[in-house]
């Protein structure tokens, strides 16, 4: 990072820092995904890993979204920390309901 | 003289009055993702609640294809990705300086923003005249086969009224958070056709699209539990 970058009070990352992703990559991704998440759905598997096997691929298409669309992997890990701070009792939640059957 | 790490400095978009030291962002940044972890959890109540209903009454929920148009759904769901990236492509215009891209790539992921709400709006008419509606008492969804094929009132029902309820309630509150944001996208795209946004100070194209990605994953997780599981 240059003297100018530390200086400049500018874009979301100082310029010439900008954190681009592969987004057109990740776009191809994501669509591959989606078609293989349909392709998956009517496949003849026991319900539990059918439902297994699409959430997998839907968790990696929100990771993909977040970490890359939304920056959350160039944003400060404190950011990190209050992103991910809902995702236990998410868990937590799921899992009770989970629990009454 | 204020001096700052060059992590700090790195996410300074806005002089030192906005932004937030503790996050090492500025404050409508950190709001804005603060607003989304609420909504988090506002979908994982409805998502909560939907296992719940589906668990205890399997009966009143149809197997994936037999009522929902998955291939349509699919295809809105490749929209609202598309719409993504447009929106990404948006941002990193401004961040290089590029009003022009900018411009032309907010009016893309409005365009078709507004064709995924347009097209869930052709999904609900049409399921609505197949019958699947959400609170009768007496509902049954029979199939969308068998109200083409006529068969409508002999076919053996596939579902029950806790089927088109948490349908509705889950894509429906989806569906007005992307009416939301392509009215904020709107607002964005006249800012930005007046001038507004510079490469120094974007934080309105962030926040919309730090906005519209979160309702983009949703879709992602709602696509795969309402309709494919």
């Known amino acids: ?101 | 003289m204020t001096t700052h790490t060059p992590a700090l400095q790195a996410n300074m978009m806005v002089p030192d009055s906005t932004f937030e030291p503790g996050m090492q962002v500025y404050t409508m940044k950190l709001g804005m993702w603060v607003f989304l972890l609420s909504e988090v959890m506002f979908f994982t109540s409805l998502i909560g609640s939907y296992i719940i209903l589906r668990f205890a009454h399997p009966d009143h929920f149809a197997q994936p294809g037999v009522v929902l148009n998955v291939p349509l759904t699919a295809f809105n769901t490749f929209f609202l990705i598309c719409s993504s990236v447009t929106m990404v492509k948006a941002f990193a215009a401004i961040q290089h300086g590029d009003q022009r891209w900018l411009k032309l790539w907010l009016l893309a992921t409005i365009l078709i923003g507004s064709m995924f709400v347009g097209i869930q709006v052709v999904e609900y008419n049409a399921l609505a005249h197949e019958g699947f509606v959400p609170g009768a008492a007496e509902y049954s969804a029979v199939g969308r086969e068998a109200f083409k094929a006529g068969l409508a009132e002999t076919a053996p029902v596939v579902g029950g009224p806790l089927y088109g309820a948490t349908f509705y309630t889950m894509t429906g509150f989806h569906g007005v958070h992307v009416t939301i944001g392509v009215i904020c996208l709107i607002f964005v795209l006249i800012r930005a056709l007046r001038g507004h946004y510079i490469q120094l100070d974007h934080r309105g194209v962030e926040l919309i699209g730090l906005y519209w990605h979160f309702v983009d994953l949703v879709w992602i997780i709602l696509f795969t539990i309402v309709y494919l599981i």
């Not at chain 1, 078609?35 to 319900?47: D, H, I, N, T």
Request: hydrophobic share 60%; glycine share 4%.
């Open chain 1, 1 to 101: 990072m240059t003297d100018t970058q530390h200086t400049t009070p500018g874009a979301g990352h100082a310029e010439g820092e900008h954190h681009e992703a592969p987004y057109l990559l990740i776009w191809a991704v994501l669509l591959v995904l989606t078609l293989a998440e349909v392709g998956y759905a009517f496949l003849s598997l026991p319900k539990f890993w059918l439902a297994l096997g699409l959430i997998v691929m839907a968790i990696w298409k929100a990771l993909l979204v977040t970490l890359y669309y939304m920056h959350l992997r160039f944003e400060p890990k404190r950011l990190w920390v209050l992103a991910t701070a809902p995702l236990p009792l998410v868990v937590i939640l799921i899992a009770a309901v989970l629990t009454e059957f």
